[in-house]
């Protein structure tokens, strides 16, 4: 199992250009998440999904938007970028407590996406 | 709202106990964690703990909960270089989504 991957790791980008992370996990887990690293900040939750096809904001959802058109990959979509997005960017998934038995609601997360923007 | 806090930076030596530490705000959480960041890698959860229970020890690792004044410890016996990392804490609630709060870190440095 691959688990978690992010793609790319590093990009740098102008004011105002676009782009698109992927994120894809192979363990068949309902939920995704996206969030965004900053020193002394923590982890905070851009956008999540709890299944294909939903999506819903987090904490800082400004600036960015996400698709989950098929279970095992979920996007991040920057339209315009700006450099307060300069940010190193995780993607998590987990499986849902529907599942059953012992859910402990652990997160698996991708390498990450280094994100410069000038 | 859910608010959980660290110190942001703690030097120990190698062989040493390391004791990082955390307060969380929310009385209703069922699940603390603990997630370590090694360089230039994604989180991974390292232990876990269930909000009814006090302690619960793997390995090298202790974690003491004290539901009484929300605080949170991780001790690492005998530190290692290899443990140098970044760790975080977080809390959950159990039932459908709820989401996970991340502390804002503490970065462990072993000093051989």
């Known amino acids: 199992n691959a688990g978690v991957t992010q793609t790319p790791k590093f990009r740098v980008l102008k004011t105002g250009q676009s782009m698109t992370l992927l994120c894809a996990q192979d363990?068949?887990?309902?939920?995704m998440y996206w969030y965004r690293q900053d020193p002394g900040m923590g982890l905070r939750l851009i956008h999540y999904?709890?299944?294909?096809?939903?999506?819903a904001k987090g904490e800082v959802p400004d600036g960015y938007n996400v698709s989950r058109l098929k279970k095992q990959n979920f996007l991040l979509g920057l339209e315009s970028a700006a450099p307060s997005q300069t940010s190193v960017y995780f993607c998590?998934?987990?499986?849902?407590?529907?599942?059953?038995?012992?859910?402990?609601?652990?997160?698996?997360f991708g390498p990450g996406t280094r994100l410069t923007v000038l | 709202g859910e608010d959980v806090e660290q110190s942001l930076f703690l030097s120990v030596r190698e062989g040493d106990s390391s004791v990082i530490n955390c307060t969380y705000t929310?009385?209703?959480?069922?699940?603390l964690y603990w997630y370590k960041q090694e360089p230039g890698a994604g989180l991974q959860l390292l232990t876990y703990?269930?909000?009814?229970?006090d302690m619960k020890q793997d390995q090298r690792l202790t974690v003491l909960l004290n539901k009484k004044d929300k605080h949170l410890s991780l001790r690492i016996a005998d530190t290692q270089t290899g443990d140098s990392a970044i760790y975080f804490c977080?809390?959950?609630?159990?039932?459908?989504?709820?989401?996970?709060?991340f502390g804002t870190g503490t970065k462990l440095q072993v000093i051989p």
């Open positions: 998590a998934s987990s499986y849902s407590p529907e599942r059953g038995g012992t859910f402990r609601n652990e997160q698996f």
């Open positions: 363990m068949n887990h309902e939920y």
């Open positions: 999904s709890v299944g294909e096809g939903t999506t």
């Open positions: 929310d009385s209703s959480s069922t699940y």
């Open positions: 703990i269930f909000s009814n229970m």
């Open positions: 977080a809390e959950s609630m159990t039932g459908g989504y709820q989401k996970v709060t």
